[in-house]
């Protein structure tokens, strides 16, 4: 089974700029969320989907906003970049149903905003 | 809200050395614990989940522990190796929010010298 593929994996951006990113689950996962990772906060989520549906939210300003696909893929998009948003931006999927609900991650998008 | 935790936040040892990671939650009402690996830049690598009904678990040289009553979790690591430098990151999923959200603590930075 193929594992979860974030493309791309580097993008450089300048302030003012928007990024899309995207994220391709593992085939027959419904859930996939979103997280930030940077030096000085750490992981931080973003967002989860769930069949289409955002059925969680973390705490980011409106400039970051995700969808998903009916084929489960999702993206995430960064409107009007700031210096800030450098990080990397990794994706985890699983099957979104049951206690056990483990979480696999993808490589990551390496974002760096000028 | 829940908050995770990790000691120490560094650790360096001689090759061949046993050594335990600690992670401690502040909301005891998880559905479970999982433990991952990142390498420098990369993904995160999922080494372990703990169920919150189980106790430990168990893969090759590694060895996790819950208890979730005073909301602790220990990852053991035999007989340590170069290879397994990395950062170690012990996340939770919580009852109080949905099953795609993971709550990370800061990570454990292990360095193994030959």
């Known amino acids: 089974k193929a594992g979860v593929t974030q493309t791309p994996r580097y993008l450089i951006k300048t302030r003012g700029q928007q990024v899309t990113l995207s994220c391709s689950p593992i085939s027959g996962h419904r859930s996939v969320s979103w997280y930030q990772q940077t030096p000085g906060q750490g992981l931080q989520f973003l967002f989860e989907?769930?069949?289409?549906?955002?059925?969680n939210k973390g705490n980011f300003p409106g400039r970051f906003s995700g969808r998903q696909f009916s084929n489960s893929r999702s993206e995430m998009n960064v409107s009007t970049l700031e210096l800030g948003d450098s990080a990397l931006y990794l994706c985890?999927?699983?099957?979104?149903?049951?206690?056990?609900?483990?979480?696999?991650f993808g490589p990551g998008t390496r974002l760096t905003v000028l | 809200k829940q908050e995770v935790t990790q000691i120490p936040a560094a650790l360096s040892v001689p090759e061949g050395e046993n050594l335990v990671l600690n992670c401690s939650f502040t909301?005891?009402?998880?559905?479970?614990l999982q433990w991952f690996r990142q390498d420098p830049g990369k993904g995160l690598t999922s080494l372990l989940l703990i169920q919150s009904s189980q106790r430990e678990q168990t893969s090759g040289r590694l060895n996790a522990s819950l208890d979730k009553s005073s909301g602790r979790s220990t990852l053991y690591i035999a007989a340590s190796q170069p290879g397994d430098s990395a950062t170690y990151l012990c996340a939770v999923t919580d009852r109080g929010s949905t099953l795609g959200r993971l709550y990370f603590g800061r990570g454990t930075q292990l360095t193994v010298w030959p």
């Open positions: 909301d005891s009402a998880i559905y479970n």
């Open positions: 985890a999927s699983s099957d979104g149903l049951g206690i056990r609900n483990e979480q696999f």
């Open positions: 989907y769930f069949s289409e549906t955002q059925r």
